[in-house]
C-alpha cells in the first residue's frame, strides 16, 4: 500500500470514529494501535464516557464483528466461552459457541465477575483459541478484547490479578469531554443510537493486512536497545516491586510499530517508543514507596524513567 493511500485510509479510520467519540483523538489513536498491533485494550474509566460507544464505533467502522459481554459476579466460564450440549437427534454432544467468538469483545465491568470467570479470557487473549472439554476452538481473526472497569468503585469488585493485567497491551481513559466537545454532543443529541450513522470505511480482510503491515515495521538496533534499555530500568528493585515482563517488553514493540504505521511509516523512531511507554507498560509494574512513605504512581515512575534513559539519535 502506498504512503498516501495509507494515511488517507488511517484519517478516514479515524474521522469515522471522531464522528461519534467528540473531542477523543488521542484516545482513537491509541485503540487503532492496539487493534493493529494486534493486543488487547483495557478502559479505566468512571461510568458515561463513551467506553462501550468507543468500542461499538470501531467494529462498525472496520466491519468487524462486535459482541458485548455484562461481567456480573454469577457469570460463569460456559457463558463466555460456550458449553457442549446434547443434540437428541444424534446422541452425540455439539459445541454452542459463546460470545467470544468474534472481531471485537467488549468485557464490559471486567473487574465485576469473580476470578474463575476472569480466567475464561486468559487462553484467548494470548493464544487466540481456547480450549473446551480437552477440544481447541481457533477464534476469527481479528480478535480483539477492550475490557472496561471504573477504578473508583471497589464494592463488589474483583481485581484483576497481574498475570489478567499481562494480556492487556495498553490501558487508557478516555476523561471528561470539553466543553466545546459536550456541547457538540448536546446539540447532536437524538433518541436515535449516535453509532447509527456509522458506516465502515475498511473491510475486516484490510484490518487483517494492516496488522501484517504494523508487523513489518521496521525497528533499528537503536530503537531496540533503547526500549530494552527502559524495561531493564523497570526490573530495577531499588525503584520498582514489579518491573516488565518478557510479553510486556513484546507489546511495547508491537505498539510502536503500530503507532509508526498510524504516522505513515514504514519504520519506528524514538518517540515511537517514548508515547507507547506509559498505556503499554503502567499497569504491568507495581512502583515502590517514596522516602515519605507514600507510593508512587506508575505512570509517574515510568516517567521519571524515561528522563534517565538516553534516547537514540
Known amino acids: 500500500m502506498e504512503t498516501s493511500d495509507l494515511t488517507n485510509l488511517i484519517g478516514k479510520l479515524e474521522r469515522n470514529i ?14 487503532l494501535v492496539a487493534l493493529f498491533s494486534q493486543g488487547h485494550m483495557l478502559i479505566e474509566d468512571v461510568p458515561g464516557v463513551g467506553k462501550t460507544t468507543l468500542a461499538q464505533s470501531l467494529a462498525k ?15 460463569m466460564p460456559s457463558d463466555i466461552l460456550g458449553v457442549s450440549v446434547l443434540d437428541q437427534s444424534t ?29 475464561a479470557l ?8 481456547v480450549t ?16 472496561t472497569q471504573n477504578p473508583y468503585e471497589y464494592r463488589g469488585t474483583f481485581p484483576l490479578p497481574e498475570n489478567q493485567l499481562d494480556r492487556f497491551a495498553m490501558r487508557i481513559s478516555i476523561g471528561y469531554p470539553d466543553h466545546e466537545s459536550e456541547k457538540e454532543i448536546l446539540t447532536a443529541l437524538t433518541h436515535i443510537n449516535r453509532n447509527d450513522g ?9 484490518v487483517v493486512g494492516l496488522q501484517q503491515m504494523a508487523e513489518s515495521v521496521h525497528i533499528d538496533d537503536s530503537i531496540l536497545n533503547y526500549m530494552l534499555t527502559i524495561v531493564n530500568k523497570s526490573r530495577d528493585p531499588a525503584n520498582f516491586e514489579l518491573g516488565v515482563s518478557p510479553r510486556g517488553t513484546i507489546a ?29 507498560l503502567a499497569h504491568r509494574v ?11 504512581i506508575e505512570e509517574e515512575a515510568l516517567k521519571e524513567l524515561l528522563e534517565t534513559v538516553e534516547v537514540p539519535v
Not at 486468559?122 to 483459541?129: F, K, T
Not at 473446551?132 to 475490557?147: H, M, N, R, S, W
Open 18 to 31: 471522531e464522528s461519534v467519540i467528540k473531542g477523543k483523538k488521542d484516545v482513537i489513536r491509541s485503540t
Open 61 to 75: 467502522t472496520t466491519a468487524l464483528l462486535f459482541k458485548r459481554i455484562q461481567f456480573t459476579s454469577d457469570l
Open 91 to 119: 446422541g452425540e454432544f455439539q459445541f454452542k459457541h459463546g460470545p467470544i467468538f468474534t472481531n471485537v469483545l467488549l468485557a464490559d465491568e471486567i473487574n465485576r465477575a469473580t476470578p474463575k470467570a476472569q480466567s
Open 122 to 129: 486468559l487462553e484467548a487473549m494470548n493464544e487466540s483459541r
Open 132 to 147: 473446551i472439554d480437552g477440544q481447541t476452538y481457533e477464534l476469527p481473526k481479528p480478535f480483539f478484547v477492550i475490557a
Open 198 to 206: 456509522i458506516r465502515a470505511v475498511i473491510s475486516r480482510e484490510e
Open 252 to 280: 511495547l514493540k508491537r505498539a510502536a510499530q503500530a503507532r509508526a504505521l498510524l504516522d505513515g511509516r514504514s519504520y519506528c523512531i524514538p518517540e515511537d517508543v517514548k508515547e507507547m511507554v506509559v498505556p503499554v
Open 286 to 296: 507495581v512502583s515502590k514507596h517514596d522516602k515519605m512513605g507514600v507510593k508512587v
